[in-house]
């Protein structure tokens, strides 16, 4: 056991633990918290995975972007001060049985399967590459998607908007 | 134990994928539903990046979770602005009793 | 005017009354005057009677006019050849006559109704009635074969039910309707069963081509027994229509209908079909077969006769009158006077139309009384009446200048000279009492009604002559009852235009061995087809010729002694009649009571039926309906346990299913519980099994 396993432990273990975490809370807003974490052992796979470039987006983007988004979410749908901030659960046990042997079944599928891999190659930074791929092969999906971003945030704004704001 | 290799990432990936939809299945709340709903993107994210690692196919799994992880972010805002609307309406985000089209 | 003319014409005069008929008692509700219609097709129809008549006899008097078509052709039918049902009318000299006689009378009828139903509720009706009659009884004449016959034969059975039963309000009335209707039935039967014989043998109905495959030599069953049989068999319905003995029992009770129906129906048309269908099938009667008409005829006048001189009730004497000179037609058929019967029935059909609407008037004017011990010296009140009366009695009594003397004295001359040739001197015998009879209870009839004191002063001071419409058609007929209509010598009627022009010898197909010896074809065709025509053997010339003196004698002398006798006990009342029906008490109540014959049937017939029905009833309850009744109660134990096997069994299974589906739909009914997030788990699930299907461990 080297150290990279043990890296990769380590993080497998803070997004696991902290993922059950997340799906059991019954307190939400320490389930965003725990999100965070696990947001973050997430990262970290990435970053054992070679994919610096993509770490980073998903810390600035998840944690830094979505999760606070979460949050305002739980803070504008709640009284915080109330004790309604507990949420309850639904259909516990048969969903529990079903997705016990679900999760059994794709860990088995996912450890089981002799995958064609190649031969790990030594990481190298890829953010220069990305940004190439971005601005050439990919460019039209790219600039796509800032226009679904753009309409993303109409509509949100759109949506959320009181009744009778003009 | 062998070392670490790609079935290590997925397996992970795996039972984050399985909360996740344990998640989106047994809680009430709205944005309990969203998290699972992240944690989900979240496994098919780590899947990207270590098929892209492990398959040696240049860096297309990474643009695609790149993309992945912008989708998110646009449908957390869209999501968090239906829940505020759904609140607005039911005062409050229990999506087992928002079921006005069942009845 | 070719033949065709003729044939449309009376194509019309068959179809006029029908449609009178229909058109009244479709629409007499909203045309309460409709029966003026009906008078009038009447009157055209006479016309065209009429013109038929002239036509006939002026362009086509030796020569038969026929039309024939094919209504039903069955094709070859297998053992029997080809098969097929002709229709057609005949129209020959007597057919003009008849059809004459009978638009005559009942446009008469007709007119006279008038006066004599007003008031009537069903006024509209009896025209109707009448209508239906006067087709079917034309249609018996003109038609030229057995099928149409029978068929119009029981439309006029059918109309005489109605009509006899007009008021059917009075038992009476609707007893003597079913009593005529079933007593014709009898006849019918046998007439039916002859027909079906004449049919199966000659596989056709028409008189013409029977005739000629009888002349040809083809017989029923081959023998000459049967052609004998089946003549008897077809005479069966003269007998019924005709009131011949022993089928004579329904004619007097008729006499409960209207009086001019009466006089239409039950003197003049319908009851002289059986004569008329006897002379139509006379070419196919062996001798034997006109032996037994002869002698039914006979006796039947004799019968009647006898009967009528104790009758009290004005119609019933008439009817019985009625049932014995039909009995003088069909003698004189049996006889072999064909053409004297014929002259018979026209000169009867006067002269009896004329008495029936001079009774009617008497009746109608003694307010509906018909018991003559009620009437009496109408004479004055009632002249015209009176005079028509008169000569009526003269003419069926066969006295000089009228028209029944020459039938008559024909007709009797015929059975003597039958008597002479063949030994058989009780026919005549027969005759010439009935002659003395009809004579005496004729004028015995007379004198009671009119002559005397009035034995009824209160209805006799309201008597009135009738008004004008019901002496007209008296003051017709007793014109037509005289002689000179017939023949221009008052005592020889042989050499008058009807005898030797208008009505041709008898013709006979039969082979030679079952005829008279007197009768004997010369095979010269005399008329249009090749049935040869009687030529009587001079044998019979002779006898006819010294028949012909002592018959005239002997009826005038008889006619003027009945006459006398009339006259002597009710007139002058020499001899008291009640004393000498205590005298002769055994007879007179025999002949009061009809010979018992009622009575008789009322012992054998009508008991034995009742007494057969009877034990036919207790079959019927205690066998048939024990069969019944077993049968309904296995059934309904059959249905009890089929019941209970339904209601456990089927219903429990049907139950079942429903139940069974209801728990699954309970079931399946969680799912769809409208929660994306229980959908989910389903998708789950099924991924679930996709997996495990594939497996890919």
């Known amino acids: 056991m080297n150290l990279y396993d043990l890296i990769f432990y380590l993080f497998a273990a803070i997004t696991i633990v902290s993922a059950v975490i997340v799906v059991n809370a019954k307190n939400i807003v320490y389930a965003a918290f725990s999100l965070m974490f696990t947001f973050f052992g997430v990262a970290g796979l990435y970053v054992l995975l070679g994919a610096d470039f993509i770490a980073i987006v998903q810390v600035m983007v998840y944690i830094g972007g979505i999760l606070v988004l979460l949050l305002f979410g739980v803070m504008l749908t709640h009284k915080i001060t109330s004790v309604d901030i507990k949420t309850g659960t639904v259909q516990l046990i048969p969903a529990l049985i079903i997705i016990g042997i679900f999760a059994a079944v794709l860990v088995g599928l996912m450890y089981s399967t002799h995958w064609a891999t190649k031969p790990a190659e030594i990481p190298v930074t890829t953010t220069k590459s990305l940004g190439n791929l971005l601005v050439t092969e990919y460019v039209l999906i790219f600039e796509l998607l800032g226009i679904l971003l753009l309409v993303a945030m109409i509509g949100a704004a759109t949506i959320a908007r009181r009744d009778g704001e003009k | 134990m062998e070392s670490i290799g790609l079935n290590h990432f997925l397996v992970v990936s795996a039972i984050l994928f399985s909360l996740g939809i344990y998640a989106v299945v047994t809680r009430k709340n709205a944005i309990m539903v969203l998290m699972g709903i992240e944690l989900i993107l979240n496994s098919a994210n780590i899947n990207f990046v270590a098929f892209s690692r492990y398959g040696n196919s240049g860096l297309g799994g990474q643009i695609t979770a790149l993309f992945v992880i912008i989708l998110a972010a646009a449908e957390a805002a869209i999501a968090l602005a239906i829940v505020l609307n759904l609140y607005k309406t039911f005062a409050h985000v229990n999506i087992d009793e928002i079921d006005k089209l069942n009845s | 005017m070719n033949d065709i003319i003729l044939i449309n014409i009376s194509i019309i005069t068959l179809l006029l009354p029908l449609f009178g008929f229909g058109l009244i008692i479709l629409f007499s509700k909203r045309f309460p005057k409709l029966y003026m219609l009906g008078i009038g097709l009447l009157i055209v129809n006479f016309v065209l009677a009429v013109i038929l008549l002239y036509a006939k006899l002026s362009n086509f008097l030796t020569q038969d006019i026929n039309f024939q078509f094919t209504w039903i052709d069955f094709g070859n039918v297998p053992y029997l050849g080809n098969v097929h049902i002709d229709l057609g009318l005949k129209i020959d000299n007597i057919t003009v006559i008849m059809l004459f006689v009978v638009n005559l009378i009942s446009m008469l009828v007709h007119i006279y109704s008038l006066e004599y139903m007003k008031g009537d509720k069903r006024f509209n009706r009896y025209y109707a009635y009448l209508g239906i009659f006067t087709f079917s009884m034309i249609g018996i004449v003109i038609a030229n074969n057995l099928l149409m016959i029978y068929i119009f034969w029981e439309l006029v059975g059918l109309s005489s039910y109605l009509l006899i039963g007009f008021w059917y309000e009075k038992k009476s009335a609707a007893d003597a309707s079913k009593k005529a209707f079933i007593t014709n039935r009898v006849g019918d039967l046998g007439m039916f069963i002859g027909i079906l014989i004449v049919f199966t043998t000659y596989h056709t109905f028409t008189f013409d081509s029977i005739f000629e495959q009888i002349s040809n030599g083809v017989l029923p069953f081959d023998s000459n027994a049967w052609l004998t049989a089946t003549g008897i068999l077809i005479f069966m319905g003269a007998v019924g229509k005709s009131a011949q003995f022993p089928l004579h029992v329904w004619l007097p009770d008729a006499m409960e209908g209207p009086t001019p129906v009466s006089a239409l129906i039950h003197s003049a048309t319908m009851v002289a079909a059986g004569v008329y269908l006897s002379l139509r099938i006379f070419a196919m009667l062996t001798a034997d077969a006109m032996l037994v008409i002869a002698v039914v005829g006979g006796f039947t006048s004799f019968l009647a006769a006898t009967i009528a001189i104790t009758q009290n009730d004005i119609k019933r004497v008439l009817a019985y009158s009625t049932v014995s000179q039909l009995g003088y037609m069909v003698m004189a058929v049996g006889v072999g006077a064909f053409q004297y019967a014929f002259f018979h029935l026209i000169t009867h059909a006067f002269f009896k139309s004329n008495l029936f609407l001079g009774s009617g008037s008497v009746i109608h004017a003694m307010h509906h009384e018909q018991d003559m011990r009620q009437m009496g010296g109408l004479r004055k009140k009632m002249p015209v009446t009176y005079a028509a009366f008169i000569v009526s009695s003269l003419a069926i009594s066969g006295i000089p200048l009228t028209s029944g003397f020459l039938s008559k004295d024909g007709l009797l001359a015929g059975s003597l000279a039958f008597a002479h040739l063949t030994g058989h001197w009780l026919l005549p015998t027969f005759g010439f009492l009935v002659a003395l009879m009809t004579a005496f209870y004729m004028f015995r009839l007379v004198i009671m009604t009119f002559h005397g004191e009035p034995r009824n002063k209160e209805k006799y001071n309201h008597a009135h002559e009738s008004p004008f419409v019901m002496v007209l058609p008296l003051i017709v007929l007793t014109a037509l009852s005289l002689f000179f209509w017939y023949t221009p010598n008052p005592v020889g009627p042989e050499q008058g235009w009807f005898l030797s022009e208008w009505v041709r010898p008898a013709e006979t197909v039969v082979p030679q061995e079952t005829r008279f010896d007197f009768m004997k074809t010369t095979g010269e065709e005399v008329s249009g087809h090749s049935a040869g025509a009687v030529v009587f053997s001079e ?159």
């Not at chain 3, 008291?576 to 008789?600: G, H, M, T």
């Not at chain 3, 036919?616 to 024990?626: I, Q, R």
């Open chain 3, 539 to 697: 044998e019979y010339e002779h006898a006819m010729h010294w028949a012909h003196i002592p018959t005239l004698i002997l009826s005038l002398l008889l006619g003027g002694l009945g006459i006398l006798f009339a006259f002597v006990i009710y007139h002058w009342r020499k001899i008291d009649p009640d004393e000498l029906a205590e005298k002769f008490k055994s007879l007179y109540l025999f002949s009061l009571n009809k010979w018992y014959v009622d009575e008789f049937y009322q012992a054998t017939f009508i008991a034995g039926t009742l007494k057969l029905s009877y034990l036919l009833s207790l079959f019927d309850k205690y066998v048939v309906d024990g069969i019944v009744n077993g049968t309904a109660f296995v059934t309904r134990g059959i249905s009890t346990v089929s019941g209970i096997f339904d209601k456990y069994v089927v219903d429990g299974l049907v139950n079942f299913t429903a139940f069974l589906s209801g728990l699954i739909g309970l079931g399946f009914r969680r799912l769809q519980s409208g929660r994306i997030q229980t959908y989910l788990v389903l998708v789950i699930f099924s991924l679930i099994l996709l997996l495990l299907f594939f497996e890919p461990f």
